[in-house]
């Protein structure tokens, strides 16, 4: 008779924990979905859905975040875009101007890989890369393997760098500047030829 007492106890028991583990697990479901789901928000809410890239979102974020930190080697940004797309999207369509960013985005990951880079489409057929540990002659290495890439895919683009030391708008603006003196001069010598 004790033996049985002792067994249904037992049982009790083991029942009553495996109901609790059980209760466990399926809360740990609910939160792992939670979990789950706002990563997903997350990656929406700074990726760009046709490149992949990061967005103009994560771009900002990004930005403020370098501004804050107290770097202990200079930060670099480059600035593209792309030469002439909107004529490729008012006589090739928009499903190939698509493909075309998608090309170039793919390139870009090529040429500046993670974790040294991130490579963000910041609007239309502009993107730009930071990096946080970067001299400006590595940045020219790279651009230089960057063209020669998109020249084989029959694709110009425009750039601007700079290098960050202190002033992070000072910097952006002139990486800005460079690239719309690239542009300028690409305009300039297609209305030569």
């Known amino acids: ?103 170039v985005a793919k390139i870009l990951l090529e040429v500046f890989p993670k974790p040294k880079f991130k490579v963000f489409r910041i609007g239309g057929d502009e993107f730009s890369v930071l990096s946080e540990k970067i001299s400006e002659k590595e940045i020219i290495r790279y651009l230089l393997v960057l063209r020669e890439k998109l020249l084989s895919e029959n694709i110009g683009i425009s750039n601007g760098y700079s290098i960050i030391k202190g002033n992070f708008d000072e910097a952006i603006k002139y990486a800005d500047e460079m690239l719309y003196a690239d542009k300028l001069l690409k305009g300039r010598s297609n209305n030569l030829v």
């Open 1 to 103: 008779m004790k033996l049985l007492l002792l067994f249904t106890a037992t049982t009790a028991i083991l029942f009553l924990l495996i109901i609790n583990l059980l209760i466990k697990i399926h809360s740990l479901n609910k939160k792992l979905k939670y979990v789950d789901e706002a990563n997903m928000w997350h990656m929406l809410a700074i990726s760009d859905d046709l490149t992949g890239l990061y967005n103009r979102n994560a771009y900002n974020m990004q930005i403020s975040e370098l501004k804050a930190k107290k770097m202990e080697k200079p930060c670099g940004i480059i600035l593209f875009d792309i030469d002439d797309f909107k004529k490729i999207n008012d006589t090739k369509g928009h499903p190939a101007g698509d493909e075309v960013l998608k090309k």
